[in-house]
């Protein structure tokens, strides 16, 4: 079994900061990427931010200078620092990670619960 369990999420001011964090545990070999998807009422689930084992990132447009994505190799954990927060921001983030149980096992997609994140005045 693998889970990954969400934290961070809340209401907040337009302007302000938020961390969410996600930790992967359970049968792991080897963990390829993680990434933040999003989902506001009403919307596609969409890509925020995603990163591969090798530190390389990737970013939507939209959230370009404001999100940092990061990752501890070691706790199996993935960050995603949200800076200058908009009302447009809101929506149900989910952590994603596609990983490997075994040596020759395939890569399988996981994904946690999601974590509500609304801002407004």
């Known amino acids: 079994q693998v889970q990954l369990v969400e934290s961070g999420g809340g209401l907040v001011q337009p302007g302000v900061s938020l961390r969410l964090s996600c930790a992967a545990s359970g049968s792991i070999f080897s963990i390829n990427a993680m990434g933040w998807y999003r989902q506001a009422p009403g919307k596609q689930r969409e890509l925020v931010a995603i990163i591969l084992s090798g530190g390389s990132t990737n970013y939507a447009d939209s959230v370009k200078g404001r999100f940092t994505i990061s990752r501890d190799n070691a706790k199996n954990t993935v960050y995603l620092q949200m800076n200058s927060l908009k009302p447009e921001d809101t929506a149900v983030y989910y952590c994603?990670?596609?990983?490997?149980?075994?040596?020759?096992?395939?890569?399988?997609?996981?994904w946690g619960q999601g974590t509500q994140v609304t801002v407004s005045s």
């Open positions: 994603n990670a596609v990983l490997k149980r075994s040596q020759l096992g395939r890569l399988t997609n996981y």
